[in-house]
């Protein structure tokens, strides 16, 4: 959050730490509950690598400058953040827990014991349970259920989506935001952040894909009912394109990523063959010219190989079948020309670019896949806010968003305040909702 220096209202603030970029939204609540943006910063994030802090000097230096710029616009001072996390680290998978039922009739405590029952499974030493999302429930022999609380019955069952992460990537990223005097509000995987502002609740309940086009890495998120069935984080994402084009062409590095973001396609045959555009050489050779449809081929065959990994892990599933929706693309790796027909013709279902969902101040400037993050941090951390103990703007009825509504008060049984893994304070009475962190 953070503190208005005109006024004492409390704001939000969602901190996106990206591999390319980071990534500042700062809202404020309007007296009718809507969140209004009224600051927004980016910086390159240097110090990191895939996701993961390389240099932590680095990554501080990063994160203060856009932080400051984010208050100069905003007008005010940030004291604390909700922050993105992400790389391929990030592991999940689905589990499944049992439980009595005490008393013959599902309470509150019933469905804390069977969340607990389902996430005890055995991972490694160096990971922790960042996520516990629920599915769906079962009573005896009726399933499908989602909330289960007043429901009678002998045996309650829980289907849950568990994400784990890097006990030290974690540790990490918290201590580079701690090192620039900034509070963690909470810690969030970066595309549940980026469904929260990108995805419709009518595509969350009929089934889509969120494919988040990272420069780290590329994740993957398939909902369905309301919930999350599936995640990947696959590590092939936009560096390896500029890589490719760094390679393949004989040219820097940073001259490379400038020219796929201004003349890159993703389809070949949609550039003009005769378009010249002029590519700097490595050292001190002479720049020198070449047909831009020569880089939109290097471009394309990078992305076709992303896009059938996708796939690939796709179709060893049964989730291929629950994307009634389509495919949307968000994150940077997305607005490259042309990402849209090019997935169209590979995943042979509609695809959509996911951009933040939001129409008010600032929306020509956020409304951007590389806004997503921050912007679904902000709506996340609001929607959730009295899951995370927290006071802010006025009291108005919550829009779950990607969260289906009936699901909403049953997820709220079973979380923990983010202070209890950054700090050794233990909290008196812990929250328990659908997001739950583990502690660190």
Aim: aromatic share 4%.
């Amino acid at each position: 959050m953070a503190s208005n220096k005109n006024s004492e209202s409390q704001l939000l603030v969602g901190l996106d730490v990206g591999t390319s970029k980071v990534a500042v939204v700062v809202c404020e609540v309007s007296p009718i509950g809507e969140i209004e943006i009224i600051g927004v910063a980016e910086q390159p994030a240097l110090g990191m690598h895939r996701g993961m802090v390389s240099n932590i000097d680095l990554m501080v230096k990063s994160i203060e400058q856009a932080i400051k710029e984010a208050e100069m616009m905003a007008a005010c001072q940030i004291v604390g953040v909700f922050a993105g996390i992400t790389g391929g680290h990030i592991r999940s998978y689905n589990s499944s827990g049992v439980v009595a039922v005490r008393g013959g009739e599902v309470t509150q405590d019933d469905v804390s014991r069977v969340i607990e029952a389902a996430q005890a499974v055995r991972i490694s030493s160096d990971e922790k349970i960042l996520h516990v999302l629920p599915q769906a429930f079962r009573i005896d022999d009726q399933d499908g259920i989602r909330d289960p609380i007043g429901l009678c019955g002998v045996r309650l069952e829980a289907n849950v989506h568990v994400v784990t992460g890097n006990v030290s990537a974690v540790q990490n990223i918290l201590k580079c935001i701690k090192l620039c005097e900034l509070d963690v509000d909470q810690i969030i995987l970066d595309h549940i952040a980026s469904g929260q502002s990108v995805l419709t609740e009518d595509e969350t309940e009929l089934g889509v894909g969120l494919l988040d086009i990272g420069e780290g890495t590329m994740d993957l998120a398939v909902y369905c009912e309301g919930a999350i069935q599936h995640s990947v984080a696959f590590p092939m994402a936009g560096s390896q394109v500029t890589k490719d084009i760094a390679v393949t062409l004989h040219t820097p590095t940073v001259s490379a990523k400038k020219i796929k973001h201004r003349y890159g396609s993703a389809v070949a045959n949609s550039v003009d063959s005769d378009q010249l555009i002029e590519l700097p050489s490595i050292g001190d050779q002479p720049a020198r010219s070449i047909q831009q449809k020569y880089l939109a081929e290097v471009i394309e065959a990078r992305m076709e190989e992303m896009f059938h990994l996708v796939l690939s892990n796709l179709s060893q599933t049964s989730y291929m079948n629950m994307l009634r929706s389509g495919l949307v693309l968000t994150g940077g790796g997305s607005k490259l020309d042309d990402v849209v027909p090019l997935a169209e013709r590979i995943f042979n279902m509609p695809i959509r670019l996911g951009v933040p969902r939001y129409t008010g101040t600032l929306s020509e400037v956020v409304r951007h896949p590389m806004f997503a993050t921050g912007l679904g941090l902000c709506q996340f951390g609001y929607y959730n806010r009295e899951i995370f103990n927290l006071s802010i703007g006025h009291d108005s009825e919550q829009r779950p968003g990607v969260i289906s509504r009936s699901i909403d008060r049953i997820r709220k049984l079973y979380t923990r305040p983010e202070s209890e893994w950054i700090s050794d304070q233990q909290s008196e009475g812990r929250l328990k909702g659908w997001f739950q962190q583990g502690e660190y």
